[in-house]
Nanobody, 128 residues
Framework: QVQLVESGGGLVQAGDSLRLSCAAS????????MGWFRQAPGKERDFVST????????KYADSVKGRFTISRDNAKNTVYLQMNNLKPEDTAVYYC?????????????????????WGQGTQVTVSS
């Protein structure tokens, strides 16, 4: 299992940028597929992005493609989500997740149930 702690959320205006960080501990981090999900009030937890163990391959939800960038630094046991040109509809709690059971190439990589470990979440609020 991997322990995950997100940070970097906050209140910003539309068009601004934020960078979320996810600090991981645990032996399996460097071999884990990492993902970012988000959940708005009253809605399901939605896929945002995922990255493979080496950082060479990524996948994005259509709604964030071209605006968000996922990356990882295995030396620092950290995954990042750079969010640019934020929109009010990006407002949600953002969760970091780790999986040893899926890859970014698998269709189920966008499904929350494919991930074994979750952080506590960090709030992102974008005002118009």
């Amino acid at each position: 299992q991997v322990q995950l702690v997100e940070s970097g959320g906050g209140l910003v205006q539309a068009g601004d940028s934020l960078r979320l960080s996810c600090a991981a501990s645990g032996r399996t981090f460097r071999s884990s597929t990492m993902g970012w999900f988000r959940q708005a009030p009253g809605k399901e937890r939605d896929f945002v992005s995922t990255i493979n163990w080496s950082g060479d391959f990524t996948k994005y939800a259509d709604s964030v493609k071209g605006r968000f960038t996922i990356s990882r630094d295995n030396a620092k046991n950290t995954v990042y989500l750079q969010m640019n040109n934020l929109k009010p509809e990006d407002t949600a709690v953002y969760y970091c997740a780790a999986s040893t059971r899926t890859t970014v190439f698998a269709g189920v990589a966008v499904v929350p149930g494919s991930y074994d470990s979750w952080g506590q979440g960090t709030q992102v609020t974008v005002s118009s």
